[in-house]
């Protein structure tokens, strides 16, 4: 029973981590938000493809499990 709450709590985070991580992909979504300050660092994408990649390896655990 706890582990079907985990796969379900796991895929829940999957989803929204992929989600999150395709918004902040395309820099013409954030802008200039994340990082005001310093507009030659673009962390937003690098944030972005972390969390698709993050993404991707818990379905990969959920499927594996």
Same mark, same amino acid.
């Given at each position: @029973? $706890? /582990? @079907?709450?985990?796969?379900?709590?796991?895929?829940?985070? $999957?989803? =929204?981590?992929? *989600? +999150?991580?395709?918004f902040?992909?395309?820099?013409? *979504?954030?802008?200039?938000? *994340?990082? /005001?300050?310093?507009? &030659?660092? /673009?962390?937003?994408?690098?944030?972005?493809?972390?969390? +698709?990649?993050?993404? &991707?390896? =818990? $379905?990969?655990y =959920? =499927?594996?499990?």
């Amino acid at each position: @029973m $706890a /582990e @079907m709450k985990n796969k379900k709590f796991l895929g829940v985070l $999957a989803v =929204i981590l992929l *989600i +999150v991580g395709f918004f902040l992909l395309n820099s013409s *979504i954030t802008g200039n938000f *994340i990082l /005001e300050s310093l507009p &030659a660092l /673009e962390t937003g994408p690098l944030l972005g493809l972390f969390f +698709v990649l993050c993404s &991707a390896v =818990i $379905a990969f655990y =959920i =499927i594996r499990k």
